[in-house]
Structure formats: structure tokens, C-alpha cells
Nanobody, 119 residues
Framework: QVQLVESGGGLVQAGGSLRLSCAAS????????MGWFRRAPGKERELVGY????????YYADSVKGRFTISRDNAKNTVYLQMNSLKPEDTAIYYC????????????WGQGTQVTVSS
């Protein structure tokens, strides 16, 4: 399996930026793609975006498109979520997750990191 550890969350004012990191260990050679999710208070978990381990495919939810960027550093087995122009509605716990095959669900999840955007 794959173990994931997120870092980089915190408190930021609206309009500010944060960069989240997700470090992977274990079966990193088997990773097909890495996704970022978030769960806001009282809401369902939503997909923020994902990137294939080769970096050839990325996807962003409409709510973050143009503001968030996902990148990866394969040498460090780390995926990043750069968040710019943050809004109070971006406040949530952010999770990274790994998918080991093209089909099916996610095979590993991080513990989550809190992002709070103040108005």
C-alpha cells in the first residue's frame, strides 16, 4: 500500500495563498494518480483535483479552476496543491489520496490538513 502525509495547512486571510504538500511512501512505484479532496464543515467531501503520476493529465473542479494548481515532484514522491486567491468558502480539511490503478477507487488516504480562510 501507499502511505500519505499532508502538510502545509493553516490560517490565511482571504486573497492569500497556501501550498499543501503530500508526501508518499511505500508502493510509490505503483501510483497511477494523486488526488486532492476537501471536506468543509457540514458538507460532503469533494474532489478538488488530481494529477497523474506522469504529470500528463490534470483535472480541477470548477470551484478552484484558475486559482489552484497541482504539481508533483517524483524524485521526492511528493504532490503539491498551490492555492491562490483563497476564499472563505475554501475553508476545509484537505486530504490527498492515491490511486494505484486507472479504474476503481482510491487506495490510500492522508490524515488531512486544516485550511482556514478568514474574511
Amino acid at each position: 500500500q501507499v502511505q500519505l502525509v499532508e502538510s502545509g495547512g493553516g490560517l490565511v486571510q482571504a486573497g492569500g495563498s497556501l501550498r499543501l504538500s503530500c508526501a508518499a511512501s511505500g508502493r510509490t512505484f505503483s501510483i497511477y494518480l494523486m488526488g486532492w479532496f476537501r471536506r468543509a464543515p457540514g458538507k460532503e467531501r469533494e474532489l478538488v483535483g488530481y494529477i497523474t503520476w506522469t504529470g500528463t493529465i490534470t483535472y480541477y473542479a470548477d470551484s478552484v479552476k484558475g486559482r489552484f494548481t497541482i504539481s508533483r515532484d517524483n524524485a521526492k514522491n511528493t504532490v503539491y496543491l498551490q492555492m491562490n486567491s483563497l476564499k472563505p468558502e475554501d475553508t476545509a480539511i484537505y486530504y490527498c489520496a492515491a490511486k494505484l490503478r486507472q479504474g476503481g477507487g482510491y487506495d490510500g488516504w492522508g490524515q488531512g490538513t486544516q485550511v482556514t480562510v478568514s474574511s
